[in-house]
Nanobody
Framework: VQLQASGGGLVQAGDSLRLSCAAS????????YGWFRQTSGQGRDFVAA????????HYANSVKGRFTITADNAKNTVYLQMNSLKPEDTGVYYC?????????????????????WGQGTQVTVSS
């Protein structure tokens, strides 16, 4: 599968953005997906994940209640709706995918367990 992320931009604190991650190639429904954020000089931090089959979702504590990850089967696209954005949400957002296995359902928060990465999309939140 190949991933194409989009939707980033420059917004003010309190605004909303929706990131998209379009999957192509091998059947997207056999993968689980995650969003990670990388800030300058830091590693990629877990933001959200979705188990495609069943739709179970997971979130980092810092985004719970503000971000929502969803999957559209018809469009083979995973979305990250980001509301009430804060300056600390600034970073490059990456979507990632991994084949649906027991490990992928357990270690959804570990970037090193994902096999496929899209290019990043920059999100900048000004105060």
């Amino acid at each position: 599968v190949q991933l194409q992320a989009s939707g980033g931009g420059l917004v003010q604190a309190g605004d909303s953005l929706r990131l998209s991650c379009a999957a192509s190639g091998r059947a997207s429904t056999t993968y689980n997906y995650g969003w990670f954020r990388q800030t300058s000089g830091q590693g990629r931090d877990f933001v959200a994940a979705i188990i495609w089959r069943g739709g179970r979702t997971h979130y980092a504590n810092s985004v719970k209640g503000r971000f929502t990850i969803t999957a559209d089967n018809a469009k083979n696209t995973v979305y990250l709706q980001m509301n009430s954005l804060k300056p600390e949400d600034t970073g490059v957002y990456y979507c990632a995918a991994r084949l649906d296995t027991l490990d992928s359902r357990i270690y959804y928060f570990r970037g090193d367990t994902y096999d496929v990465w899209g290019q990043g999309t920059q999100v900048t939140v000004s105060s």
